[in-house]
Protein backbone atom coordinates (compact mmCIF):
# COMPACT_ATOMS: atom_id res chain seq x y z
CA UNK A 1 0.00 0.00 0.00
CA UNK A 2 1.30 3.40 -0.88
CA UNK A 3 0.59 6.51 0.90
CA UNK A 4 1.12 10.17 0.48
CA UNK A 5 2.71 11.91 4.06
CA UNK A 6 2.08 15.60 3.81
CA UNK A 7 3.51 18.23 5.86
CA UNK A 8 4.26 21.80 6.91
CA UNK A 9 1.04 23.41 6.66
CA UNK A 10 -0.17 26.01 9.11
CA UNK A 11 -0.63 29.97 9.29
CA UNK A 12 1.17 32.83 8.59
CA UNK A 13 0.56 36.03 7.90
CA UNK A 14 1.11 38.19 4.86
CA UNK A 15 4.97 38.16 3.54
CA UNK A 16 5.97 35.18 6.00
CA UNK A 17 6.45 32.48 4.48
CA UNK A 18 5.89 28.03 4.54
CA UNK A 19 7.51 24.85 3.38
CA UNK A 20 5.25 21.84 2.50
CA UNK A 21 6.73 18.43 1.94
CA UNK A 22 5.16 15.13 0.64
CA UNK A 23 6.88 11.95 0.68
CA UNK A 24 5.48 8.84 -1.08
CA UNK A 25 5.81 5.76 0.61
CA UNK A 26 5.42 2.21 0.03
CA UNK A 27 6.35 0.31 -2.85
CA UNK A 28 6.40 2.42 -6.01
CA UNK A 29 7.80 1.06 -9.89
CA UNK A 30 8.05 4.49 -11.45
CA UNK A 31 7.01 8.26 -10.87
CA UNK A 32 6.61 10.49 -14.10
CA UNK A 33 5.82 13.77 -12.29
CA UNK A 34 4.88 14.79 -8.51
CA UNK A 35 3.24 18.69 -7.76
CA UNK A 36 1.09 20.49 -5.35
CA UNK A 37 -2.14 21.48 -6.08
CA UNK A 38 -4.91 23.70 -4.03
CA UNK A 39 -8.30 24.29 -3.36
CA UNK A 40 -11.01 26.45 -1.93
CA UNK A 41 -14.02 24.85 -0.86
CA UNK A 42 -16.68 25.56 -3.68
CA UNK A 43 -13.84 26.30 -6.20
CA UNK A 44 -11.86 24.44 -8.63
CA UNK A 45 -8.41 22.23 -7.49
CA UNK A 46 -5.91 23.93 -9.55
CA UNK A 47 -2.42 23.17 -9.80
CA UNK A 48 0.44 25.32 -8.06
CA UNK A 49 3.40 23.57 -9.34
CA UNK A 50 4.64 20.20 -10.30
CA UNK A 51 8.24 18.78 -11.19
CA UNK A 52 8.72 15.82 -13.98
CA UNK A 53 11.12 13.01 -12.89
CA UNK A 54 13.96 14.87 -15.23
CA UNK A 55 13.53 18.24 -13.14
CA UNK A 56 10.96 19.99 -15.69
CA UNK A 57 9.08 22.61 -13.38
CA UNK A 58 6.05 24.15 -13.96
CA UNK A 59 4.23 26.26 -11.94
CA UNK A 60 0.31 28.71 -12.00
CA UNK A 61 1.38 32.15 -12.42
CA UNK A 62 -0.25 33.37 -9.53
CA UNK A 63 2.56 32.03 -7.66
CA UNK A 64 5.49 32.05 -10.23
CA UNK A 65 8.79 33.84 -8.45
CA UNK A 66 7.56 33.09 -4.79
CA UNK A 67 7.16 29.50 -5.03
CA UNK A 68 10.04 26.89 -5.46
CA UNK A 69 9.16 23.17 -6.20
CA UNK A 70 12.08 20.44 -5.71
CA UNK A 71 12.21 16.81 -5.55
CA UNK A 72 14.55 14.51 -3.65
CA UNK A 73 14.21 11.14 -5.69
CA UNK A 74 16.39 9.17 -3.39
CA UNK A 75 14.02 10.00 -0.52
CA UNK A 76 11.01 10.20 -3.17
CA UNK A 77 9.81 13.41 -1.79
CA UNK A 78 8.68 16.50 -3.01
CA UNK A 79 9.20 19.87 -1.56
CA UNK A 80 6.86 23.42 -2.13
CA UNK A 81 8.68 26.44 -0.71
CA UNK A 82 6.20 29.18 -0.46
CA UNK A 83 7.54 32.98 0.41
CA UNK A 84 5.66 35.95 -0.17
CA UNK A 85 2.17 34.56 0.78
CA UNK A 86 -0.31 36.03 0.40
CA UNK A 87 -4.32 36.55 1.64
CA UNK A 88 -5.32 34.49 -1.36
CA UNK A 89 -2.79 31.66 -1.25
CA UNK A 90 -4.72 31.10 1.40
CA UNK A 91 -6.60 26.99 0.34
CA UNK A 92 -6.28 23.23 1.35
CA UNK A 93 -2.47 21.57 -0.07
CA UNK A 94 -2.89 18.48 -2.06
CA UNK A 95 0.26 16.31 -3.02
CA UNK A 96 0.22 14.89 -5.83
CA UNK A 97 2.13 11.73 -7.67
CA UNK A 98 1.74 10.80 -10.75
CA UNK A 99 2.80 6.79 -11.17
CA UNK A 100 2.88 2.97 -10.65
CA UNK A 101 2.68 0.97 -7.83
CA UNK A 102 3.57 -2.43 -6.62
CA UNK A 103 4.38 -5.40 -8.07
CA UNK A 104 1.44 -5.02 -10.59
CA UNK A 105 2.29 -1.59 -11.61
CA UNK A 106 -0.77 -0.02 -11.28
CA UNK A 107 -0.39 3.35 -13.02
CA UNK A 108 -2.70 6.32 -11.44
CA UNK A 109 -2.37 10.35 -10.33
CA UNK A 110 -2.08 9.95 -5.97
CA UNK A 111 -3.27 12.06 -3.95
CA UNK A 112 -2.53 13.16 -0.08
CA UNK A 113 -5.62 14.06 2.26
CA UNK A 114 -4.53 17.95 2.08
CA UNK A 115 -3.07 19.83 4.45
CA UNK A 116 -4.20 23.32 5.22
CA UNK A 117 -2.06 26.66 4.73
CA UNK A 118 -3.52 29.88 5.71
CA UNK A 119 -2.32 33.44 5.39
CA UNK A 120 -4.02 35.97 7.25
CA UNK A 121 -3.82 39.91 6.23
Known amino acids: QVQLVESGGGSVQTGGSLSLSCAAT????????MGWFRQVPGMQRELVAA???????TYADTVKGRFTISRDNAKITVLLQMNSLKPEDTAVYYC???????????????WGQGTQVTVSS
Open 96 to 110: NVRGCTGSYHYCNDY
Open 26 to 33: GSWFSINA
Open 51 to 57: ISSDGIT
